[in-house]
């Protein structure tokens, strides 16, 4: 689909979809990643009381882990630290409570309250900012629904509270659509055994149907 000129929008249950998505990308180049989640996810298996890969794809994706997963064909990292900006996580104190390995000093990142410091449309022009330093070729949208407040948006696996508006979202994903380099993006963590109506799912398409009009001509 990419290199037929098509934005793919991947759908998936936990945020374990990266991986196939960077692999996709490592094959043809360099590529960044914008890391919309409510959590860093930068867990080592020591640390994650499940150990599940969903609460540790960013380590994994940036090379850090088994090298089973860490290294998928050989081309480990999917992603260089210095191509990624973390957005919008609130999980600094359960994280680090829970052990998890802290980030490292060349990832970039803005926290919820970096974001609310700034303001989202400000802090979302920064982190594209610094996805262009680099050499990268273009990036990928990671979107954890639990970006989100927890308010707004219950029918999540980790709930977490605070988190963004739903305004506040819509206006980050269009900042990062509009912009030619964006290649695709995918959606996790939705879970809609907990929308049993069907009202939160309707709220979140149309969420990333503003987001996604940004594209215009760039793909689709």
């Known amino acids: ?11 998936g249950g936990d945020c374990s979809i990266l991986l196939g998505n960077l692999l996709c ?3 043809r180049g360099r590529y960044g990643l ?15 009381p499940t150990g599940e890969a969903a609460s540790m794809e960013l380590a994994l994706a940036t090379g850090r882990g088994p090298g089973l997963l860490a290294d998928l064909e050989g081309r480990g990292p999917l992603a260089r630290d210095e191509d990624v900006v973390a957005f919008g996580f609130r999980d600094a104190l359960e994280s680090a ?4 390995q802290p980030l490292p000093p060349g990832l970039h990142r803005v926290d919820l309250e970096g974001v609310r410091a ?3 449309a400000a802090a979302a022009r920064w982190a594209l900012e610094r996805l262009g330093e680099g050499g990268s070729a273009g990036f990928w949208v990671h979107l ?21 508006t739903w305004a506040e979202l819509e206006g980050v994903l269009r900042i990062a659509l509009a912009d030619e380099r964006a290649v695709g993006l995918d959606v996790t963590i939705f879970n809609p055994r907990l929308d049993p109506g069907g009202t939160l799912a309707a709220r979140l398409c149309e969420c990333l149907r503003r987001g996604m009009a940004a594209r215009g001509g760039h793909g689709s």
């Not at 990419?2 to 793919?8: N, S």
């Open 34 to 48: 914008l890391f919309l989640d409510g959590h860093t996810d930068f867990y080592q298996p020591a640390a994650e």
């Open 97 to 100: 409570g829970a052990g998890m």
């Open 1 to 11: 689909m990419v290199d037929g000129g098509f934005f793919p929008v991947v759908l």
């Open 118 to 120: 700034v303001g989202a």
């Open 25 to 27: 990308l490592r094959r």
């Open 144 to 164: 954890d629904v639990d970006v989100l407040d927890d308010e707004l948006m219950p029918a999540v696996d980790y709930r977490i509270p605070g988190g963004l």
